[in-house]
């Protein structure tokens, strides 16, 4: 779908802006890249590091158990998902290595990736196998145009499909449903990266992949460093941690969370973010956040030289093709960001890509209409 030249001003989030201890001076339009945490979920992890300090004996010799409690409230946030088929990890990066670890690959196999998908994680896949980068033109109009782009990239060799779940840069669902269906169909393993999938989705794990991975710490509200990876069934028994831990001999998926001696307090904390997401009404807050996000695409559709990009309905993201030549190059986006940032006091994303990159903005509960606003006022001074 394409981003419209027109919308409603939403309104402000009753209360969200409250919850969350951001620069007010800072219009934070930028939610996918880091995510921020809410004062509740900051209070519980808090009150769980000065419970790991006054007893630290008691503190890990419980921690495996209380991780596998506070993975089973995630999975019933997730759909209702199978607690036993999730385990705690950092990042997408770090799942999308623990996936590809336990897919036994032969020379000659090939795992395909898009040229949407996140860097460090394309980068996991390449050290292990030859890699076919299939090009997604970001004007492809709809998810059926992305399926068969993707499909016709398959070859007689394709062991894997490594796709995001709502692509990073330009703001849309790649690994679809029907998608998976006809890789499975194909005899293709698939690994999802679904980094800005929970809480930006109501039901994340819809699809069936055979590995999943999502970030917490973006629309779920967790604490950084916090993230789930889902196995499938079939593939549990081969999965195994990076690092090996006293826990291995329980298998996926206490083997892979359990690290000794490291900050639970976070893992720990996750729930509670998931939880206010639902205090909040989840619904409500996709639909105000994603409103927000097509309010600033619009006012940014309206700048010369800017060329909005299909998007998926729903999503609280939206991105735009910058005026050819600009941020072509990553260092070019780079210094384009921190001067927006540093001169106009607010945090987008600006990505690049042949030609010209592009930006893309965010919405969450603490934006309010007016950032966007000013955003598209003072954005014109920096594409001269």
């Not at 010799?61 to 950092?90: E, H, N, Q, V, Y």
């Not at 990736?113 to 033109?137: I, M, P, Q, S, W």
Request: charged share 20%; aromatic share 6%; glycine share 10%.
């Amino acid at each position: 779908m394409t981003a419209p030249h027109a919308s409603i001003r939403p309104a402000e989030f009753a209360g969200g802006r409250a919850l969350f201890g951001l620069d007010p001076a800072v219009a934070h339009l930028n939610h996918g890249s880091f995510g921020a945490v809410p004062h509740p979920v900051r209070e519980l992890q808090a009150a769980l590091t000065a419970e790991a300090h006054a007893d630290p004996d008691a503190f890990f010799i419980g921690a495996a158990d209380r991780l596998a409690a506070a993975r089973t409230r995630i999975a019933a946030r997730l759909g209702g998902a199978d607690p036993d088929g999730l385990a705690f990890i950092s990042n997408a990066t770090e799942g999308a290595n623990i996936a590809l670890d336990a897919i036994a690959l032969a020379e000659g196999d090939e795992i395909l990736v898009t040229d949407h998908g996140y860097g460090t994680v394309v980068e996991a896949a390449a050290r292990r196998a030859t890699v076919t980068t299939v090009a997604l033109d970001p004007l492809l109009p709809d998810e059926d145009a992305v399926r068969e782009t993707v499909l016709a990239g398959l070859t007689p060799r394709t062991k894997v499909a490594l796709l995001d779940h709502i692509s990073s840069p330009t703001a849309r669902v790649i690994a679809s449903p029907r998608l998976l269906a006809d890789l499975r169909a194909r005899g293709v393993t698939t690994v999802v990266d679904g980094a800005h999938a929970p809480g930006a989705l109501a039901d994340p794990l819809a699809g069936g992949a055979d590995f999943w991975v999502g970030n917490l710490h973006k629309w779920g509200y967790a604490p950084s460093g916090t993230a789930i990876l889902a196995v499938a069934p079939g593939h549990r028994d081969r999965v195994r941690a990076l690092v090996p831990s006293w826990e291995d001999h329980h298998g996926f998926p206490r083997s892979v969370e359990y690290r000794a001696t490291v900050d639970y307090t976070g893992w720990l904390a996750a729930p509670e973010g998931l939880d206010l997401l639902e205090r909040l009404d989840a619904a409500k807050v996709r639909a105000h956040n994603s409103a927000l996000a097509a309010h600033g695409a619009a006012l940014l559709a309206r700048i010369a030289g800017l060329t909005p990009l299909p998007y998926t309905e729903g999503l609280p993201m939206r991105a735009l093709r910058l005026p050819a030549g600009t941020a072509a190059t990553r260092e070019d986006a780079t210094v384009l960001r921190e001067r927006i940032a540093a001169e106009a006091g607010i945090r987008v994303l600006i990505w690049p890509w042949a030609g010209g990159g592009g930006i893309r903005v965010c919405g969450q509960v603490y934006n309010r209409a007016e950032e966007y606003e000013r955003l598209a006022e003072v954005l014109p001074a920096y594409l001269g």
